[in-house]
């Protein structure tokens, strides 16, 4: 998977040197992390380090920063991955032609890049670039670019790649709870109902957002209508429908601001099994 970083996404919109390290440490440099640890490719551009993160600070300014202890744990993560190679303009395509972007007067030269190499955008905070896409109009042809610009739409894409699992996912979304998917002797009940029922990858996009949908109505404590059922003595149970008329649940419980995935189940019946109940039952009495 290869992303490149958007540079306009860097044109001093920072109030404060503080207000761009508290993006970097959030965001920026996990998803950095994420990106080397699965192999992907972190394309710049020769000016990336010019760019202004303030009115008057550049972003290479940050490497001469002493005495702030989040600046020394990420310098030489971040002098890495913006100075040394890949750099897209060694081998940059033709872009020739007309690129339109709402709200930008001129194209930057990355997103035509981007466009040209159906890549990723990898944008920093700005107004312009919090969107999961960003539609350019290329010789009057729309063409939808993914961009990633918080820890969530780079963990989104991770999964809708097949990179990582729901497991991985749902462990380090940034929710408003912990998810925790219960493992027993080293046997992961919930990730199992996913791998081994064929679920389509549509299936598994559906299904993991109606769990987020689920835990927005749990810390928003709303109605959660039909994605769940109270099956009693703190037990309850996710609902969703999946392709070729299955129904897909999985049985969880809600402790201490964390939702604890227990196991679940695909059938084409709306029953419940009574010994996938009582499996779940059992399972609760390992938390």
Known sequence: MDVIINDYSLSGQFSSMEDFIENLCNDIIPIIK??????CKIYKSY??????ITEDKKLVDILHIKGISEISKIKSMLAAVMSEPPYWNENGHNTEGEYIIENIQKCPECIKEATERKSILFSFAHEFFLQHFITVMKNS??????????INTALNHLFEEKIINEHTLFRE??????VIFLMVEDRNYTQEVFDNNNFTNKDRVKAKEKIVKLIEHITNKTDAGDLCKNLGNRLWEFRNNISDSRIFRIFYVLNNNKIIF???????TQQTPQSEIDKARKLMKNI
Request: charged residues 30%; without cysteine.
């Open 34 to 39: 994420y990106f080397k640890l699965y192999n």
């Open 47 to 52: 000016e990336t380090f010019d760019r202004l």
């Open 141 to 150: 042809i729309k063409i939808d670019l993914r961009n990633i610009y918080n």
């Open 173 to 178: 979304l940034k929710l408003g709870m912990k």
């Open 262 to 268: 227990l196991n679940g189940f695909v059938k084409k």
